[in-house]
């Protein structure tokens, strides 16, 4: 499912290890997908090298469908802290 990442700052430290955080609430592995590029969800370095900023569209990708409406659910209602 896609979703464009309207938090002014992008996925910086904080937002990236927020979604860290939620994404390690499944079991089933969960990817970040930014420009054809796949990043694992559940890595805070890899959420990082993504270096996915405010506008970037990206999709989330998983088995569990769950997890997918979770997390694109979570990255909508992202605002800075």
Excluded: W
Excluded at 58 to 64: K, L, P
């Amino acid at each position: 499912m896609k979703v464009i990442i309207r938090n002014e700052t992008g996925l910086h430290a904080r937002p990236a290890a927020m979604l860290v955080k939620e994404a390690g609430q499944f079991d089933e592995e969960v990817y970040v997908v930014k420009g054809g590029q796949k990043y694992n969800a559940k890595s805070i370095m890899s959420v990082m090298s993504s270096a996915i900023s405010c506008g970037d569209e990206i999709e989330i990708i998983s088995e569990n469908e769950s997890a997918v409406s979770h997390l694109v659910s979570f990255l909508e209602n992202l605002t800075d802290q």
